[in-house]
């Protein structure tokens, strides 16, 4: 029973580049949950999502940033032009059915992501 | 929105000693989670306790909710107990959003 997966692990972009981040949930999970660690700081979310829904975007940046959740296959979270600033690790959750928040959230081992 | 604050920030013990995490929360919840980053980057789910206690081998948590706080106990602990740990709530009737602490780092000597 295969956990929350995250690729690429490790991942490094030049300024001006475009990162693309993969979650694959956990099986039977249809909730996506995207969440930004900066060094030296706590988890901020980022992103809710449901199969080809965006239910609640209110952590993400205005500019660069984006996410799906396609019928098939994994969610994506897409950073468009990256800068300095944007090196951070990148978490992403599951769980089941959402339930209003009740649910235990799983999370995938993570994203570090470094831009030259 | 809702706060979390977590206590102590930093905590140094030697090997075998116990410790007591501390979460507070500044709203009514219905989820509330405790996380062990391990050195390496990992997080690891430790508890879902909104309310109660839950007990898993050396580690054990208790939540009142009607008080606001959580407490997570760390007994006889090992070097590999440290990192950080976070606690996470979703607050009631709120977004369905995780709101982490910034955590205490524990820091466990040989």
């Known amino acids: 029973n295969a956990g929350v997966m995250q690729n690429p692990r490790h991942l490094v972009r030049r300024r001006g580049q475009e990162a693309r981040l993969r979650c694959s949930p956990m099986?039977?999970?249809?909730?996506v949950y995207w969440y930004r660690q900066l060094p030296e700081e706590g988890l901020k979310f980022m992103v809710y999502?449901?199969?080809?829904?965006?239910?609640?975007e209110s952590g993400m940046p205005k500019e660069r940033f984006s996410a799906e959740f396609p019928k098939e296959g994994p969610s994506i979270l897409r950073i468009q032009q990256v800068v300095r600033g944007d090196s951070a690790a990148y978490f992403c959750?599951?769980?089941?059915?959402?339930?209003?928040?009740?649910?235990?959230?799983?999370f995938g081992p993570g994203t570090r992501l470094l831009v030259l | 929105g809702i706060q979390v604050e977590q206590s102590p920030p930093d905590l140094i013990l030697q090997e075998g000693a116990n410790s007591t995490l501390r979460c507070n929360f500044s709203d009514s919840v219905n989820n509330l989670q405790w996380f062990h980053q391990n050195p390496w980057g990992q997080l690891i789910n430790l508890f879902y306790?909104?309310?109660g206690t839950k007990q898993n081998g050396r580690l054990s948590a208790t939540t009142v909710a009607t008080e606001r706080y959580s407490l997570l106990y760390i007994s006889s602990s090992q070097t590999t107990d440290s990192g950080v740990y976070f606690c996470a709530v979703v607050s009631l009737g709120g977004a369905q959003k995780l709101v982490f602490g910034q955590g205490t780092r524990l820091t466990i000597n040989p």
């Open positions: 999502l449901q199969k080809e829904n965006i239910i609640d």
């Open positions: 959750a599951s769980s089941p059915r959402g339930r209003s928040g009740e649910e235990t959230q799983y």
């Open positions: 099986k039977g999970h249809s909730h």
């Open positions: 306790i909104p309310s």
